[in-house]
């Protein structure tokens, strides 16, 4: 069988694809190495999707993934593909599978800090995400780590609820842009620590302080934080990819406005993709946004 769309990845991005392509008919497989859901999964408490005051990323994801009647949905890790000619062939461990549209939405992990108590305090004071949980540490003392857009943004943002914010970052020179830099510095709320990365989250159930050493003369300093919001970069999961697709210097892949790689029918959609802002609505977004594009080109 030809499918009309193969999807790879199940986070909201592809399962909205999915549910638009099943709409408008399309035969759609979608191809997932581990369970649906992607990086929502691990948020227990998703505020900032309409509809819902407050939902688990797990709950969310098995009822998105519930609305998927008529496709054929596999677990298998594609390992290998084939996407230069009009027919474009992705194969797993188990066998090929054919498609006219390929749309990649394997989505994007943020970097980890890497101490071996990140996982289990993540969820329990420790963050990838201020937007998303930004809002928990309301009066409380919010410790942002990196020197990014993202790290002076969150900064920013949690400034505006937070009692204290501290910005953590490991050199003088800030990547991101200075206008921004500048609203921090005037900022009351934030204070700064240059030239300090953390060595140490401190913390049992539940995160309490967090580590610091001074990169060049090695003194430590420990500061008490409610949440600790990791903004070092993210990793697009792109690894399994052929040569060719064209991506940003962080890996990211660029699209038109269409979604469309510089490959004919092969898309990107969500984390994955070179975006401003990374949200689970905004992946939905985009994987409604595909499935008009491809609609319009066969309609053509
Ligand atoms: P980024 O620009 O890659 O910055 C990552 C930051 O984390 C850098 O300051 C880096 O330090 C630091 N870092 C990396 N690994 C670290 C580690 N192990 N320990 C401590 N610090 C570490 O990532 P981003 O801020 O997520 O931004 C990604 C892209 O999105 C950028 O192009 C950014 O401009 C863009 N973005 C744009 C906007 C906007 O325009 N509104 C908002 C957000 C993001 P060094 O500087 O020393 O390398």
Redo the contacts with the bound molecule.
Sequence with gaps: MIYDVAIIGSGPAGMTAALYGMRAGMSVLLLEKAFPGGQMVSSHNIENYPGFHGISGAELAQAMKKQLTEIDYKTAEVVQMDLSGSIKLLTTKKETFQAKNVIIATGANP?K??FSNEEKLTGRGVSYCATCDGAFYRNKTATV???????L?DALYLAKFCEQVNLV???TA????QSTLNQIRANEKIKIYTEY??VELVGEEQLSEVVLEHTETKDRLTLKTDGLFV????QPNVSFLPEGILKSD?GEIITDKNMMTNLEDVYAIGDVRRK?LRQIVTACSDGAEVISAIQRKVNL
């Excluded at 903004?231 to 993210?234: E, L, S, T, V």
Aim: proline share 4%; net charge positive; no cysteine.
């Design positions: 970097r800090l890497g780590i990196g020197g990014g857009n993202t790290a943004e970052h490991r050199r800030f990547r991101g842009d990365i953390p903004a070092i970069g993210y962080f401003e």
